[in-house]
């Protein structure tokens, strides 16, 4: 069958989908994948006002849905969280883990603590920016790391810079475009290899991996987000022409 369930795991073809906190899951995943690919979930800044004067924002961060505290999501704290995605990893891997500027300081402690070497910082313009009184934001960066030896990327005229309007769909807060992560998974696997995303949120990450001809392992801990990856991933499948 295309598809199996066992409680919290689903499987559509060479997609592994978990319900559960990355922290335990991995615990059973030790040197399994090929590349971490993720948009770590972290903690934004707490006590911003909008223009309104009144304090209150819109979109993701609407009062109705967002309540200033810098918890935007189910968080995973850098502190508990480069040790477990190296040893997720298999001898020779590279990682791209996603990050907002206040974060970099953190994210690059945390993974170089953890073991992994920096190989570069790189860049996503999504050109609509968000609102901020001290230079408005249209840019996230994306720590480029390695463990064990160092490939090369499969493209090497690619960019540190890569320009792409933020995704419409609106299934996660967050959500980010399938192209940029394809782009990232392809240049550093190759068709075949396991691509892990711990924090996967609405799957992005592994419907590039689908399709680009990849394996992916995705967690989430957040039921509604699994939902919406589980039946993202099941089009994606079924959009490549094979029945799931």
């Known amino acids: 069958m295309a598809r199996c369930m066992t409680q919290d795991t689903v499987k559509i073809g060479p997609i592994t989908l978990i319900h559960g906190d990355a922290q335990e899951v991995l615990a059973d995943y030790r040197g399994h994948a090929d590349l971490l690919c993720t948009d770590h979930p972290y903690r934004l800044t707490s006590g911003g006002r909008g223009q309104s004067g009144d304090g209150s924002m819109s979109g993701i961060f609407d009062a109705d849905d967002y309540d200033n505290s810098g918890d935007l999501m189910a968080m995973a704290e850098w502190n508990r969280t480069g040790g477990p995605l190296y040893r997720a990893l298999k001898t020779d891997a590279d990682a791209y883990v996603m990050v907002n500027d206040k974060n970099i300081a953190l994210a690059i402690g945390a993974f170089v603590g953890a073991g992994f070497k920096f190989h570069n910082m790189l860049v996503w313009d999504k050109h609509a920016p968000t609102a901020n009184r001290w230079y408005m934001k249209h840019l996230e960066y994306t720590l480029y790391l390695w463990k064990g030896r160092g490939r090369e990327i499969n493209d090497m005229g690619s960019k540190q810079l890569f320009r792409m309007d933020r995704p ?22 190759d068709p075949g290899a ?34 919406t990856a589980v039946a993202r991933v099941s089009a994606a499948y079924e959009a490549k022409g094979v029945a799931a």
């Open 168 to 189: 419409k769909l609106g299934l996660h807060p967050t959500e980010k475009p399938v192209a940029l992560m394809r782009h990232y998974i392809e240049n550093s696997t």
């Open 194 to 227: 396991i691509v892990l995303d711990p924090y996967m949120g609405s799957a992005s990450t592994m419907v590039a991996a689908l399709e680009s001809g990849r394996a992916g392992l995705g967690i989430e801990i957040e039921r509604e987000h699994f939902d």
